[in-house]
């Protein structure tokens, strides 16, 4: 009797724990969603809310490496100097006037770095 009733409170307080986090969590993650038009670190704070949501939800845990990933893959555009208009990752399309597009200006590389030895010659 007594192992059933320590089974139903250690189920209690993980419901209890589980329903906290959830508050909390949705709860930051509306501010968040507020402080993208008002001034503030909406999406970090949209962030920190996943990162809460996630302690206890898989799919929270799912969304924030979907976000990690996409942030990634958008500074490796940003990066390489590929971001185009739109959502697609195709260049826009060309308009009618018949000039040819220039090409895409890179940057201009750094020079190696001597070795302390190399810079005292």
Not at 1 to 10: G, R
Not at 67 to 88: D, V
Request: net charge positive.
């Amino acid at each position: 009797m007594w192992k059933a009733i320590l089974q139903m409170v250690a189920m209690v307080r993980q419901t209890a724990r589980r329903l906290i986090v959830f508050v909390v969590g949705v709860t930051v993650v509306l501010f968040g969603i507020v402080m993208i038009v008002l001034p503030g670190p909406g999406t970090l704070i949209i962030l920190l809310g996943l990162v809460i949501l996630s302690s206890e939800f898989v799919w929270a845990t799912w969304l924030l490496k979907k976000s990690r990933l996409e942030a990634a893959l958008k500074k490796a555009q940003a990066m390489a100097g590929k971001i185009y208009s739109g959502n697609s990752a195709e260049p826009p399309s060309q308009s009618s006037s018949s000039s040819p597009s220039s090409p895409p200006v890179l940057p201009t590389p750094l020079p190696p770095v001597l070795p302390p030895s190399e810079c005292q010659k």
